[in-house]
Every structure is written in structure tokens, then in C-alpha cells.
């Protein structure tokens, strides 16, 4: 079954750097839009970066700067640099494709609205 696995997370000091990774498993052929949100207990979920098939890209202003957002379609695969982390950028990140196209061209199978489990991101004082 088509997955998103995210992997990268973990604690940092402030003004440090962490690299997320969102892999998608199975035989994929093609994704759509693909991005990032994030959350903590009291907030609701946000969008943080996004990234189009033609690698467009939208940041919310808080992190624009500071993250960059890329694809690598060869490993199926996007990516959230972070770097001059805040501590109010300490929550938990998950991706998420909107469409996903796996299986083989004569018997397609479209995934709509996929997530990845959540990488837990810390940023110390």
C-alpha cells in the first residue's frame, strides 16, 4: 500500500539546522502537490511549505527564509530544510501528498490526500 514516511526530526539548539524527509513506498508513479504542515497540543495543524510537480513553491510567512521546501520524483521523496531554527518552530511535522499514482500504467491506482506519520521537531533555548 502507498505510504509516506517521514524521517529527520529530532532536538536541536536554536539557530541550528534539521533536514525532514517525506519518502512515498510502493511503486510510485507519479505525485501531486506535495507539502509540509505542522502542530503543536494547543494549536490547530498548518501549513508550513509547499511544492508543486513543476516545483513551485509556497511558504507561510513565519518560516519564509529560513525553510526550503524540494522534491527529488527520481526517489519519490520531498524534503524541509529548516535552518535557523526557533523554538516556536518546535512541533510535530507532517507531510503530505495530495495525489498519489502508484502501480503500473495499465492498472493505475490514485491515492488522494495521503499523510505521513509525524516527525517530532524540538528546538531548545
Known amino acids: 500500500q502507498v505510504q509516506l514516511v517521514e524521517s529527520g526530526g529530532g532536538l536541536v539548539q536554536a539557530g541550528g539546522s534539521l533536514r525532514l524527509s517525506c519518502a512515498a513506498s510502493?511503486?510510485?508513479?507519479?505525485?501531486?502537490?506535495m507539502a509540509w504542515y505542522r502542530q503543536t497540543p494547543r494549536n490547530q495543524r498548518e501549513l508550513v511549505a509547499r511544492?508543486?510537480?513543476?516545483?513551485?513553491?509556497f511558504y507561510a510567512d513565519a518560516v519564509k527564509g529560513r525553510f526550503t521546501i524540494s522534491r527529488d520524483d527520481a526517489k519519490s521523496t520531498v524534503y524541509l530544510q529548516m535552518d535557523s531554527l526557533e523554538p516556536e518552530d518546535t512541533a510535530v511535522y507532517y507531510c503530505?501528498?495530495?495525489?498519489?499514482?502508484?502501480?503500473?500504467?495499465?492498472?493505475?491506482?490514485?491515492?488522494?490526500?495521503?499523510w505521513g506519520q509525524g516527525a517530532q521537531v524540538t528546538v531548545s533555548s
Open positions: 510502493g511503486m510510485i508513479v507519479s505525485i501531486g502537490d
Open positions: 503530505h501528498a495530495d495525489r498519489i499514482s502508484s502501480g503500473v500504467v495499465w492498472s493505475l491506482s490514485i491515492k488522494y490526500d495521503v
Open positions: 511544492i508543486t510537480p513543476g516545483a513551485s513553491t
